[in-house]
C-alpha cells in the first residue's frame, strides 16, 4: 500500500511540540487573562461572501489564496484566511456588551506556495477590541502584543507604525498617490504595471525596489491625516512612549487588508529575513462591523502566525531552555502476570496522579527501562510477593542508593503514601 501523507503545505504538530506549542499558546492566555481578554472560537469555515466583503475584493487572499468550497447543498464557503473577520462576524451576530474584548487561537489557511514559515494550514492567536476608538486602546493593544514577543523571551524585536486616517482623509490621498503611480507607472514592477490601478495602497506594500523607488519619491499618507486622525495617531504614539515603547514610523506600512482605519502595526523579528520578518501585526477597523451588517462600531486587533513566531524563537535560539515534557509522577511495574496494574493505575489516575504502566507482558527489567525513562519520579512494584501480601512497593527513580530509597506498603495505603512523598 502506498502511504498517505500529510497535505502539501501542512504540518503535523507531534506530541514532543507540544511543550514549545504551549508555552505560546499558554504565554498569551495569560496575559490575556490579565489584560482582560476571554476567549472566543468561530467556525473554521464560514459564508465565502463574509471574507469578500471584509477583505476587499483586491486582495491577493481573496482573487488566488482562499480555499473556496461548496457543500452538498451547494452553499458556498470558505475556509478561515485569517482570524478577525469571524470575531467581527460574531460580535455583529451576538451584540455583546462594549467595549468587548475577545482572544483566539486557530487555523487559518491560504492557498499559496508553501515555503518556509508559510503553509497552506498555519495557526493564528490574536486579540481584538470592539466597541470604542479611544486610542487608549491601541495602545493597550499594541503594549500587550509587545509584551508577549519579551514574555517568550524574544528580545530582536521591532514595532513598526502607522495610520491609515479614514474614509476621507485617505480617499483624498488616494487621489494623490494615483496621481503620482499614473505618472510614474512604467517605472513600476512587472506586477504593479498591471493592478496598480485597481489596489494602488498595494504598491506602497511591494518589497521590489523598482515600486519602493517610485513610491519613495510619492506622497506618504502619514502626511496627508485629517485633524482628527493626526490627534489619534499622536495619542497613540505620545501613549506608546509613556510606557517605555519603542515604535518607528514606517510610512508604506498598509498591511494586507483593505479594512484597517487609522493605526496599523507591525512586529518584526530582526533574527529573520526577508519577508519572513513579520511575526505579527493588526490595526484598527473602524469600518468593518457596519461593512458586516452591524451598527457602526470601532475596533482594533492584533494577530501572530504561530509558525513564524517559533522561526523567530528558533532564530534567537530561546524557547527551548525552560520546557519539560508534561511529565509522569509514577509509573506501575507489574510483574504478576495477572494484570494488577489495571486496577491500580485507575485508583491512581483517579487520585490525581499521572501514571504510566507498560503493557505486552513485559520482563522486569524491560519495565523499569521503561519506568525510568517516562522520567516519573517513582515506580510502582508489585510481583507475585506483593500480591500475596497486598503490597506495592515505591521504588525513587531519582535516587542511587536502591536499598534506602524503596519501602514497601499496605496497598490499602500507595495513594496516602504517595501524597506525603509526592509533596514533600
Ligand atoms: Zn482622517
Ligand atoms: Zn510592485
Known sequence: MTRIEAPRGTHDVLPSEQPLWQKVTGEMERLCDLYGYRRIQTPVFEDVDLFQRTAGSGSDIVQKEMY???DRAQR???LRPEGTA???RAFVQHQPT????????????RY????????RQHHQLGVEVLGTDDPAVDVEVIAMAWRYYAALGLTRVRLLINSMGHDECRGEYLMLLRAHLASHATSLCDEHRATWSESPLRVL????????AVTGAGPMLVEHLCANCRAHFDRVLAGLASIGIEATLDPRLVRGFDYYTRTTFEFVAEALEGAQKSIGGGGRYDKLAEQLGGKPTSGIGFGSGIERLLLALDAEEVGEGDLVNRRLDLFVVDT????????????LRGA???TGRAYDGRSMKSQMKLADKSGARYALLVGPQEQEAGEVTIRDLRSESFGQAQQTVARVDVVATISNLLTK
Open 68 to 70: 473556496v468550497f461548496e
Open 76 to 78: 458556498r464557503y470558505a
Open 86 to 88: 469571524s470575531v467581527v
Open 98 to 109: 462594549t467595549p468587548w474584548k475577545a482572544w483566539y487561537v486557530t487555523p487559518a489557511f
Open 112 to 119: 499559496e506556495r508553501p515555503q518556509a514559515g508559510r503553509y
Open 205 to 212: 506594500d511591494c518589497k521590489r525596489d523598482e515600486c519602493v
Open 336 to 347: 504478576t502476570g495477572d494484570d494488577v496494574a489495571t486496577p491500580l493505575v485507575d485508583q
Open 352 to 354: 490525581g496522579f499521572a
